[in-house]
């Protein structure tokens, strides 16, 4: 009986430790570039005050424009920021768009 007792909790373990595994496994896929451009927006919408040094969105770092974005990235950028912080726009060169009129507003100069 006690071997038995024995070989169910072992067995139990392992089925726990691949399900665990299969867990970690998962959250190491990449999110979609709408869903990334999205968590950016979101991001950087939510951070409306004036920094002292500039302004800290990620959209207008050195090789972030959305010239080095696919259109899904961008949509789902101004899609997220647009949410965090409607009637809103941007006028830099990297990212312009406005918000009331949605992503076909989006522009930028090509920093490439």
Known sequence: M???IAAVISIALLM??????????????????????????????KDRYVHSDGCHWYILKPGKGFAFHSWDFV???IAGFCR????????????????DKGPDSASWVDER
């Open 2 to 4: 006690t071997t038995i």
């Open 16 to 45: 726990g430790t691949s399900v665990f595994l299969m867990e970690k496994q998962q959250s190491a896929f990449a999110i979609s570039p709408y869903q990334s451009g999205f968590q950016h927006g979101v991001s950087d919408g």
């Open 75 to 77: 949509r789902g950028y």
């Open 84 to 99: 965090a912080s409607p009637g809103t726009s941007s006028d830099a060169d990297q990212a312009s768009w406005i918000c």
